[in-house]
């Protein structure tokens, strides 16, 4: 593999995010036709987005980015960024990718006075938990739970 390199990624690079975000979905059996150029200015791209994306690429483009969303953990009084998505193309695997972009995100968080990064991996992704381990403070089981659509509207209903 030749040289590789990360970047914030800026609004001219919409469409290759979209590309690999929904390359990401599919992996993940998620939706991967919900999102859309504008969805990614607003959460990443736009100068007011709340969270950030940083690319990585080769000689012949994007292969991988991760998104990072700023958090609070209480448990730790750690302001930090949450990990949204980290994603690296097929044949970009095992090369050291995922780790040149989780150490560019520990560059931005320290950068921007963050201590910490968070994120969650699908309990199948061996890879993944691998890559993860080598850099790691904590590891704990958790299950995810996430509200959409009309779920999400029905629990904001609630009143009791």
């Given at each position: ?63 991988g ?9 209480s ?44 994120w ?8 993944a ?9 904590i ?22």
């Amino acid at each position: 593999m030749s040289a590789v390199a990360i970047r914030r990624a800026g609004p001219k690079d919409a469409p290759a995010l979209l590309r690999l975000a929904r390359a990401l979905a599919r992996t993940q059996n998620d939706p991967h036709d919900r999102a859309t150029r504008a969805d990614l200015h607003r959460a990443w791209l736009d100068d007011d987005a709340p969270g950030l994306a940083l690319i990585a690429e080769d000689e012949a483009g994007a292969i991988g980015y991760i998104a990072l969303m700023p958090s609070f953990e209480s448990g730790h009084a750690s302001h930090g960024f949450y990990i949204s998505d980290i994603f690296v193309v097929a044949r970009a695997r095992q090369q050291g990718v995922g780790s040149l972009l989780l150490a560019a995100a520990a560059r931005v968080a320290i950068a921007t006075g963050r201590s910490s990064l968070w994120w969650v991996a699908q309990d199948g992704n061996a890879a993944a938990h691998r890559l993860y381990r080598r850099f790691v403070t904590i590891e704990q089981p958790v299950r995810a739970f996430a509200v959409f659509g009309e779920h999400l509207t029905r629990l904001a209903a609630r009143q009791a």
